[in-house]
T-cell receptor
Framework: KAGVTQTPRYLIKTRGQQVTLSCSPI?????VSWYQQTPGQGLQFLFE???????NKGNFPGRFSGRQFSNSRSEMNVSTLELGDSALYLC??????????????FGAGSRLTVL | GQNIDQPTEMTATEGAIVQINCTYQ??????LFWYQQHAGEAPTFLSY??LDGLEEKGRFSSFLSRSKGYSYLLLKELQMKDSASYLC????????????????WGLGTSLAVNP
């Protein structure tokens, strides 16, 4: 089965612009989580969506938002970009099983550079 | 607060055994994960522990002590391809509803395997 697909893989923006990143989870997975990864901060949780509803949210400003569609695809948006938003944005999908480990499968990421 | 500690870097020799430690302080506990991340790639799942003890999976084993807030990942018969970052993550049971509770991540341990 296909893995988690993230687009675009690389993008360059300037300060003040906005960006939208897309994630298609593994077929049958209804949970999508978004993370920001930087060398100094590691993986920071942004938010998690399940069945089109935001179920968990990390400690990021309101400039970071997301949504999930009925086919489980998810998008995240960052408005008014700042230099510090330069990072690798990872999407992870999960089955949301009610027993055992709910293993996350990550996409390859979208590397955002803000100039 | 919530915190996960791992060594930043480790070096080992091909064919040897290496143990990567992880200590955590979280408001709740609902499982601990180890992920491997090669440079420029997505993290991939290695192991999951929710009960105390050792879980063995081929060359990799993971141990958990909930009373000590401690886990380790043991890599045997090291190969060059094991050079990667190893991420420890704890699922915090204190998050919002749903089984897919928020994961708290360590910064990762960068392992270099030398010939």
């Amino acid at each position: 089965k296909a893995g988690v697909t993230q687009t675009p893989r690389y993008l360059i923006k300037t300060r003040g612009q906005q960006v939208t990143l897309s994630c298609s989870p593994i077929s049958g997975h209804r949970s999508v989580s978004w993370y920001q990864q930087t060398p100094g901060q590691g993986l920071q949780f942004l938010f998690e969506y399940f069945s089109e509803t935001q179920r968990n949210k990390g400690n990021f400003p309101g400039r970071f938002s997301g949504r999930q569609f009925s086919n489980s695809r998810s998008e995240m948006n960052v408005s008014t970009l700042e230099l510090g938003d330069s990072a690798l944005y990872l999407c992870a999908s999960g089955k949301d099983s009610h027993s055992g480990a709910n293993v996350l499968t990550f996409g390859a990421g979208s590397r955002l550079t803000v100039l | 607060g919530q915190n996960i500690d791992q060594p930043t870097e480790m070096t080992a020799t091909e064919g040897a055994i290496v143990q990567i430690n992880c200590t955590y302080q979280t408001s709740g506990f609902n499982g601990l994960f180890w992920y491997q991340q090669h440079a420029g790639e997505a993290p991939t799942f290695l192991s999951y522990n929710v009960l105390d003890g050792l879980e063995e999976k081929g060359r990799f084993s993971s141990f958990l002590s909930r009373s000590k807030g401690y886990s380790y990942l043991l890599l045997k018969e090291l190969q060059m391809k094991d050079s990667a970052s190893y991420l420890c993550a704890v699922r915090d049971a204190a998050s919002n509803a749903g089984n897919n509770r928020k994961l708290i991540w360590g910064l990762g341990t960068s392992l270099a395997v030398n010939p």
